[in-house]
């Protein structure tokens, strides 16, 4: 009899309880959510969204879905997990209040490895000791306000010498009318320009270039093949598996680009090494100490650390 009574007098509270939890998960429901996840577009079971992709056209793959989904979507390429991030306010969170949680980086990337050193250089050294001293060192040696004020004089020279081959490829010839100029290869050129003067103190291209025509022309072709490539996705990336079949050639590409870069670079390091060693050289004013010109200074001071590879891997960013 006791016990039927104190199931009885629960029966009321069991009652009176049951509206309250689903008020509460009602409240819940309808609360905004601060954590909202990514947008996942369908996916394969195996694959995930490895066939939405072209292997070609991977960033004008990734605008589409964007475009589609949202600014920020999760993607799975196979082994891969992908976060897509294309608004401002996105990219902002994630390298500002969070930016410790994406300063590592995926490990055994072919694109990381080969081309950059072996992941020896800024943008592909994994988060640690390592990391931290080649940022530290690219913002106080090479790519501070000081250091960049010192060599604005190079940006002034160039935009000069852009105006005036400007002028002189426009000028109409034998009383015809203005020619037609190509900018985006002159934009090109003064830009490549810019950044081999402040590197290794070099013209590449225009009519006063301190290179031979061959070489500014292979370093070109260099740094066009290294963008192309630098939005392909390398399928032993994706599928370890296929590693040993050989069949993607965008590796292939990628790993003669890195050849030809290693012996372009070791080619200049060369020629900056043997100015050092020349004593007319030597005392040579601080304007116009190039970038190659301050890491070998560091070399001569700290060899252990800034060795030919760290040197090399910081030369073309």
Known sequence: MEYNMGMYSATPIAAAAVPGILILLSICRHSPKKNLSPAVPFALPIIGHLH???????????RKFCAKY???????????RVLVVSSLSAAEECFTKNDIVFANRPANIFVAKHPSYDYTTVATAPYGPLWRDLRRFSMTKLFSTARTSVL??????????????LLN????????????????????????????QMVVGK????????????QGKKFDELMAEAIDLSGSLILEDLLPAVKWLGINKFKKRMEWVDKEFDIALQEVLRECRKQHLDKSNQDKEEKRKTLLDVMILLQQKDPEFYTDTIIKGLEPC
């Not at 109409?172 to 090109?188: A, E, H, I, S």
Request: proline residues 4%; aromatic residues 8%.
């Open 52 to 62: 939405l992709v072209s292997a070609g056209a991977f960033p004008q793959t990734l």
């Open 70 to 80: 949202g600014p920020v979507l999760s993607l799975r390429l196979r082994v891969r």
């Open 152 to 165: 604005s004089y190079i940006r002034e020279v160039e935009m000069e010498a852009m105006v005036g081959d």
């Open 169 to 196: 490829s426009s000028a109409p010839v034998d009383g015809n009318r203005y020619r037609r100029v190509n900018l985006m290869m002159l934009m090109r050129e003064v830009v490549s320009n810019m950044f081999t």
């Open 203 to 214: 013209r590449y291209f225009g009519d006063n270039k301190t290179v031979k025509a061959e």
